[in-house]
């Protein structure tokens, strides 16, 4: 059971910006513990896109942004892609749960 | 280059006991800061953190699963190995490990293995 909030899609025309938000609460982005986003194309594992709110690994295009702000986290992707469609989920720390905790989902499509 | 794969039955039983077995390259499971976590997804679902392993040995569970599931490694294997008990049909799901970079504010996962299919059914 997830406990991170995300809109089950968004979508966008190829070259619109689209934002998808993840929700937490005090024992998670609230507590201040980082939040990392991963992109999973259809029918393979998922890649980390974000990692410590904002940061990109090497390769990842500069068209993909995050942020936080309080309990909550976006991640952005301006000049939208047909290849970015593709389900994203955001990740975090939990400390009443004592574990790792993922967000419910978002399938973009790109219309 | 760091990669992970995994490795176990494809089908099993209701009440069985699931090994499944994490291979790595690239990388030694004694490194510090870096860890190894099963991930499980049932189809068409949601992503659901299951179990990690630390490079001390140190290991940590899914509140909701901890009385189900023991991970453990072999650092000269370069393997980590969990084990679930029970099956039931609503375990079935992909199982990923990942490697995990750990942070004081909460590490995160890459990069993951390819995945593996497991169904539970009679």
């Known amino acids: 059971q997830s406990v991170l909030t995300q809109p089950p899609s968004v979508s966008g025309a190829p070259g619109q910006r689209v934002t998808i938000s993840c929700t937490g609460s005090s024992s998670n982005i609230g507590a201040g513990y980082d939040v990392h986003w991963y992109q999973q194309l259809p029918g393979t594992a998922p890649k980390l896109l974000i990692y410590g709110n904002s940061n990109r690994p090497s390769g990842v295009p500069d068209r993909f942004s995050g942020s936080k702000s309080g309990t909550s986290a976006s991640l952005a992707i301006s000049g939208l892609q047909a290849e970015d469609e593709a389900d994203y989920y955001c990740?975090?720390?939990?400390?009443?749960?004592?574990?790792?905790?993922f967000g419910t989902g978002t399938k973009v499509t790109v219309l | 280059q760091v990669t992970l794969k995994e490795s176990g039955p494809v089908l099993v039983k209701p009440t069985e006991t699931l090994t499944l077995t994490c291979t790595v390259s690239g990388f030694s499971l004694s490194n510090a800061r870096m860890g190894v976590s099963w991930i499980r997804q049932p189809p068409g679902k949601a992503l659901e953190w299951l179990a990690h392993i630390f490079s001390n040995d140190e290991k940590s569970y899914s509140t909701s699963l901890k009385s189900r599931l023991t991970i453990s490694k072999d650092t000269s294997k370069s393997q980590v190995v969990l084990t679930m008990t029970n099956m039931d049909p609503v375990d079935t799901a992909t199982y990923y490990c990942a490697r995990m970079t750990d942070s004081s504010r909460g590490g995160w996962f890459d990069p993951w293995g390819q995945g593996t299919l497991v169904t539970v059914s009679s």
């Open positions: 990740q975090s720390y939990d400390s009443s749960l004592s574990g790792y905790v």
